[in-house]
């Protein structure tokens, strides 16, 4: 019994990406409400942003079921995708913000939303920051990006970050106490990359000394 747990702890984790997965708060649940509202949309359109970790790929998932989307990440589309991508009635676009001047790419976004207009196709584009600062090279492209209606998810509040904090441990199979999990949201850093980092850090750390996450030994290993 003793040499198979390790190997239990040791298996790769699968994070859970639904719409019961995702936690709400008042951080995020004006994004949750426009994405559950998706039919209303001004001209069909979203802009969803918000800093990396803060749940935009798990919304676009939820989004995508919900509406039979088709997914696709911005820097990998081609202009010869949009009709495919618009005949699902429904797309969405991740980490627009990243094309960095990529002229095709740019060109192949503009052309996927002229289309999903021109066809009534929904469409949900994603990245960091507010679509008006993403460096794109394209003026057209850039003020049709500006024009969307643009929703932001916030930094997550102390009882999401204990929420994120509990999700990260479930999909990883570790039982640590809600307890424990909110005592470590009100010392760490306050951001949804850092729950997913502290959750990593401890499975690792857990794993290797062979002991249950205990408040002593979380605070050791992530030095709170």
Request: glycine share 8%; aromatic share 4%.
């Amino acid at each position: 019994m003793s040499a198979q747990l390790p190997l239990a702890l040791a298996l790769p984790h699968r994070p859970a990406r639904g719409r019961a997965d995702f936690r709400v708060s008042p951080s995020n649940e004006a994004a949750v409400r426009l994405i559950d509202g998706w039919r209303g949309w001004p001209g069909g359109t979203l802009a969803l942003t918000g800093p990396e970790g803060s749940g935009k790929t798990h919304l676009a998932l939820v989004w995508a079921d919900m509406a039979g989307a088709e997914r696709v990440s911005a820097a990998t589309l081609r202009a010869e995708d949009a009709p495919a991508l618009v005949a699902a009635g429904a797309v969405a676009v991740e980490d627009a913000d990243r094309l960095g001047g990529d002229r095709a790419a740019e060109a192949a976004l503009f052309h996927l939303v002229n289309l999903a207009r021109a066809e009534g196709a929904a469409l949900l584009v994603t990245g960091r920051a507010a679509a008006g600062a993403w460096p794109i090279a394209t003026p057209d492209l850039a003020s049709r990006l500006s024009a969307m209606m643009t929703v932001r998810l916030d930094p997550p509040d102390e009882a999401l970050l204990a929420a994120l904090l509990d999700k990260h441990f479930e999909d990883r199979r570790l039982a640590v106490p809600s307890a424990l999990t909110r005592r470590l949201a009100q010392r760490m850093e306050r951001s949804a990359a850092a729950a997913a980092a502290a959750a990593a850090r401890l499975d690792d750390a857990a794993l290797r000394a062979g002991k249950p996450i205990t408040w002593p030994f979380a605070k050791a290993i992530l030095g709170l």
